[in-house]
């Protein structure tokens, strides 16, 4: 999932993106809103956590150009003030979720990713393709049922291929999806990961070129879980 944290009180905001990165998600930080209304009109995020008390844009007038993009992206309200009428405020402006600072992080994760579901098509538990079995929840890849250990970039490289349906997916969009705006467009970073990633699957390889285009794993399957 591709994050973007506005939070005007910097170390709050450093925390939350470090927290996320640990869970594997590509994070991007804005510390006003203007800044991140900058950044969300050129990248488009699943999720948006946004602070409702910022300096130069309110949280409040970003959440309603979010909203009116028309864009997917959800957005997760967070303000100093947990009062009934104050989460109904943030709430009818067109936030999708709302919490009251402070905040338990294990929480702030479990909405993250509850919301990051909504904002994407809905794809089953299970990824498979050519003996690959990737489960996005408990973040697990099996080959021909033994379990194979992936970095986190490698992990979401390979669900953002699987969860393409066997079409071309290119080292851009790739960049975009699984690193965020520090990673270099003219960076090797894509090409080192895939070829790490093709050594862990192993033979025969599942992760083919498409010369000038990018990647692809053909017939990409999708099916529910069959059990535990």
């Known amino acids: 999932m591709r994050i973007l944290v506005v939070e005007d009180e910097q170390p709050l905001a450093d925390a939350v993106a470090r927290g996320l990165r640990r869970e594997g998600m590509a994070v991007d930080v804005a ?10 009109s050129i990248t488009r995020y699943d999720v948006i956590v946004l602070d409702r008390d910022l300096p130069v844009m309110s949280g409040d007038e970003l959440c309603r150009e979010v909203v009116s993009s028309g864009e997917l992206t959800r957005v997760l309200m967070l303000t100093a003030s947990g009062t009934v009428q104050d989460r109904v ?25 509850a919301l990051g579901r909504r904002a994407t098509p809905a794809v089953p538990p299970l990824l498979t393709a050519r003996g690959l079995e990737l489960d996005p929840a408990r ?7 033994s379990e194979v250990e992936l970095t986190r970039k490698e992990f979401g490289v390979l669900e953002v291929l699987l969860a393409a349906g066997g079409a071309v997916v290119s080292s851009e969009e790739l ?12 960076t090797t970073t894509v090409r080192v990961t895939m070829m790490t990633l093709r050594k862990k699957l192993g033979e025969p390889a599942v992760i083919d070129t498409v010369v000038g285009s990018g990647y692809r794993v053909p017939s990409a399957g999708r099916v529910e879980h069959t059990g535990a």
């Not at 405020?89 to 990713?113: C, H, N, Q, T, W």
């Open 31 to 40: 510390y006003d809103g203007e800044s991140g209304q900058e950044k969300a």
């Open 89 to 113: 405020d943030g709430l009818s402006l067109g936030a999708d979720d709302y919490l009251a600072k402070p905040f338990a992080f294990p929480e702030l994760i479990a909405r993250v990713r």
């Open 139 to 145: 973040r697990v890849v099996r080959r021909d049922g």
């Open 175 to 186: 960049l975009e999806r699984v690193w965020d705006e520090h990673a270099d467009p003219f």
